[in-house]
């Protein structure tokens, strides 16, 4: 079973640059979120979808943007990425707000 | 504003001791609490979820606790070995709210067994 799949595993953008992070599951979860995981800081949420068609801020949405593009499919979008986006980006997925949740092996991403 | 905190932040234990890995949360309107485990440079994965409703869970070597009126979790390693090497995260997902449905993390406890 491939559960969560993030893609791409490691990137270096260089300042001002735009990307967008992808992120799949394939098990039929409603729930899908984006993290960031920083030295001394722990997880952080970005954002947060509850279902298809519905997405929420977290604690740190400014300079993302997201997109649940189906039920599988959840993207990160940096825009305008700057050095403080330098982060390792986790994406996970649960069946509904208060089962199991399952994470990506994540990306780790460099901004110069 | 749901905050999680865990206790140690590192801890280093000879090979075959029994261990305890302390969770504190300030808001009990949770649904469950999740404790995943971290290697180096990898994902989170999934060791035990408890449901509000529950006390206790076990999978093999681990038990975790929960008591939800005090905000606190534990969760209990027997026999250490060198393989459970790797950072315990705790999250509570909450249930009300601005927190519903959401996840949040503790920092982590680094654990280290030696043989």
């Known amino acids: 079973n491939a559960g969560v799949t993030q893609t791409p595993k490691f990137q270096v953008l260089k300042t001002g640059q735009s990307m967008t992070l992808q992120c799949a599951q394939d098990m039929n979860h409603n729930s899908m979120y984006w993290y960031r995981q920083d030295p001394g800081m722990g997880l952080r949420l970005i954002y947060y979808s509850a279902s298809e068609g519905t997405t929420d801020k977290g604690e740190v949405p400014n300079g993302y943007n997201v997109s649940r593009l189906n039920k599988r499919e959840f993207s990160l979008r940096l825009e305008s990425a700057a050095p403080s986006q330098t982060s390792v980006y986790f994406c996970?997925?649960?069946?509904?707000?208060?089962?199991?949740?399952?994470f990506g092996q994540g990306t780790r991403l460099t901004v110069v | 504003k749901q905050e999680v905190t865990q206790i140690p932040a590192a801890l280093s234990v000879p090979e075959g001791e029994n261990l305890v890995l302390n969770c504190s949360f300030t808001?009990?309107?949770?649904?469950?609490l999740q404790w995943f485990r971290q290697d180096p440079g990898k994902g989170l994965t999934s060791l035990l979820l408890?449901?509000?409703?529950?006390r206790e869970q076990t999978s093999g070597r681990l038990n975790a606790s929960l008591d939800k009126s005090s905000g606190r979790s534990t969760l209990y390693i027997a026999a250490s070995q060198p393989g459970d090497s790797a950072t315990y995260l705790c999250a509570v997902i909450g249930n009300r709210g601005s927190t519903l449905g959401r996840l949040y993390f503790g920092r982590g406890t680094q654990l280290t067994v030696w043989p």
């Open positions: 808001d009990s309107a949770i649904y469950n």
């Open positions: 996970a997925s649960s069946f509904t707000g208060n089962t199991e949740a399952f």
């Open positions: 408890i449901q509000s409703s529950q």
